[in-house]
């Protein structure tokens, strides 16, 4: 059972990189994020319904960063050794108890700080997936506080109205998403949601 599963932990080893995606080694999970940070691959994953919302979720109140902001459905690292089609889907299964297919759009460096606590440099690439209908997800309380499905309208306006209220790379990533792959994100067929245990 993965709900109740602690999955993060402060020695994971993080994948160092540089700008064009060449590992350079490797880094726990709490040095990459200290002070600038240290560019390191990752992932966001963004799950649609076929009646246009889009899964969110909060994170943990026990996040370092960003705890209890508002983010995209799921997002997390590869691991040392471990490909991103293996991490997205497992990252999936470990905080919500579900798994879905992927799509790849596009990959992206950014970096955010959040004041003297620690920042985000990652070269993160970015996945969709599309499911049938919007149903519950069982999440992992060590990871996600709550979540909600939303019309994708509803995720316009709060890019524009709260965005203090969500991650920083949310905000990147959704803009992307709305402009440069909306047509090709509803041409997706939508299919069944599993849930795991």
């Known amino acids: ?67 209890l902001f508002w983010s995209n459905s799921c997002c997390s690292h590869p691991r040392r050794g471990e490909e991103l089609q293996e991490a997205t889907h497992r990252r999936l299964r470990e905080e919500l108890a579900i798994d879905a297919e992927l799509h790849f759009l596009y990959k992206f460096e950014y970096q955010a700080g959040f004041g003297a606590l620690g920042a985000e440099h990652e070269l993160c690439s970015v996945y969709v997936g599309k499911v049938e209908t919007p149903v519950a997800v069982d999440v992992n309380p060590s ?26 790379w949310f905000v990147m990533e959704w803009r992307r998403l709305r402009t440069d792959y909306r047509e090709l994100i509803a041409s997706l067929s939508a299919t069944p949601l599993r849930k795991v245990a």
């Open 1 to 67: 059972m993965f709900k109740h599963e602690t999955v993060s932990f402060d020695d994971e080893p993080l994948i160092l990189v540089d700008r064009e995606d060449r590992v350079i080694g490797h880094e726990t999970k709490v040095n990459a994020h200290q002070g600038d940070g240290l560019l390191h691959r990752a992932f966001s994953i963004f799950l649609f319904s076929g009646d246009d919302q889009v899964l969110l979720q909060q994170r943990s109140g026990d996040k370092p960063l960003w705890p």
């Open 143 to 168: 990871e996600i506080a709550d979540w909600r499905w939303i019309p994708c309208a509803e995720a316009d306006r709060l890019i524009v109205e709260e965005p203090d209220r969500i991650t920083p």
